[in-house]
């Protein structure tokens, strides 16, 4: 009797012992397949950077109408509500060209998208090839009522090559 016992004791043993042995080859390769992806991957980005290089090299004149995208462009109010406010986000996605002195129009457009009024002028400030910036909040003509939305547009910048 302790001999039927002792035997289905080691069977269940053995079954416990393959059970591990499985999990742990299971596991040892979802490592291994994970560690040659994560591989691939970070050899596969490093080969991205002299396409960039090529794309900075074919861009021979500036194009700031091109090169700058504005990411966001907010209207409000001053705090006296009387002027227009803009809060601007630029983006420089040239890779060779630093822009400064951005110039800008700004447009209200009324009820039948005819444009009322438009602002023109410049923005005083730089932005590095690939560069993301935030614009300081700036005062620009007043605040018409009667317009029902708004247009800011980029129209020009003084490049330089870095």
Do not use: C
Request: proline letters at 5%.
């Amino acid at each position: 009797m302790f001999e039927e016992l002792e035997e289905e004791e080691r069977g269940k043993k053995e079954e416990r012992n393959k059970l591990l042995r499985m999990t742990a080859y299971l596991v040892g390769a979802i490592l291994v397949v994970g560690a040659i992806v994560y591989i691939a991957s970070r050899g596969h980005s490093k080969t991205s950077q002299p396409v960039q290089s090529l794309a900075a090299a074919r861009q021979t004149a500036p194009n700031p109408v091109n090169d700058l995208k504005i990411v966001r462009a907010i209207m409000g109010k001053d705090p006296s509500g009387i002027r227009v406010m803009w809060s601007v986000r630029l983006r420089n996605k040239s890779a060779v060209y630093t822009y400064s002195d951005i110039r800008y129009e700004a447009r209200f457009i009324g009820p039948g998208g005819r444009t009322m009024a438009a602002n023109r002028d410049t923005i005083k400030t730089s932005i590095a090839p690939g560069e993301d910036k935030e614009i300081p909040p700036f005062i620009d003509g007043i605040y018409d009522a009667s317009s029902s939305t708004y247009q800011f547009v980029l129209l020009g910048a003084t490049s330089a090559a870095q």
